[in-house]
């Protein structure tokens, strides 16, 4: 059998148009560095393993976050609700205090921010980390859990934030 695969991977603007159509939640992580606050949005938040309880993220290598989150000794996963798309897209700024008022947060357990009015919090070890393309991807040990509110997830689809509305029940 011959290989059938392109010589070259296909142009990043045709890829990027075909992944806006798949929607995703919506988190911030956060951490505490010699105590600094730091924080990112991400959208390539999942669930890894539930025997040990993983969960992964992906952060552009370009991330100034990035360091600051590499060297913590934990983080935190804030899931955000349908109605923080503000939150959402003042942690995804740069150049900005993004723990400056208006946002809520408080210290957790171990340090790591924990925002308010989020659906869950979900404290992590850091457990893995490899380089992937362009991205880190970070695999974190699930330590704590805290749900806050069953109600419905922030969405990020086609560029924009939005939220989840289920279909009828018949």
């Known amino acids: 059998m011959t290989d059938t695969l392109p010589d070259r991977a296909v142009e990043a603007e045709h890829f990027r148009k075909a992944l806006a159509v798949h929607a995703s939640g919506v988190v911030i992580i956060t951490a505490q560095n010699d105590g600094v606050p730091v924080g990112l ?5 999942s669930s890894v393993s ?4 993983l969960v992964s993220f992906y952060v552009d ?27 959402a897209a003042r942690f995804a700024r740069k150049g900005i205090d993004r723990f400056a008022p208006p946002t809520r947060w408080r210290a957790g357990p171990l340090g790591a921010p924990l925002l308010q009015d989020v659906s869950a919090h979900l404290i992590c070890l850091p457990y893995e980390t490899a380089e992937v ?38």
């Open 133 to 170: 393309g362009d991205h880190i991807l970070v695999v974190g040990l699930v330590a704590e859990v805290t749900t806050h509110s069953p109600g419905r997830p922030l969405l990020y689809h086609q560029g924009r934030f939005g939220r989840f509305l289920p279909h009828p029940e018949d």
């Open 50 to 53: 539930l025997e040990p309880p």
């Open 61 to 87: 290598q370009s991330s100034s976050t990035w360091p600051w989150l590499r060297t913590a000794d934990h983080f935190a996963v804030n899931i955000l609700a349908s109605d923080q798309a503000e939150v």
């Open 41 to 45: 949005t991400a959208t390539s938040f």
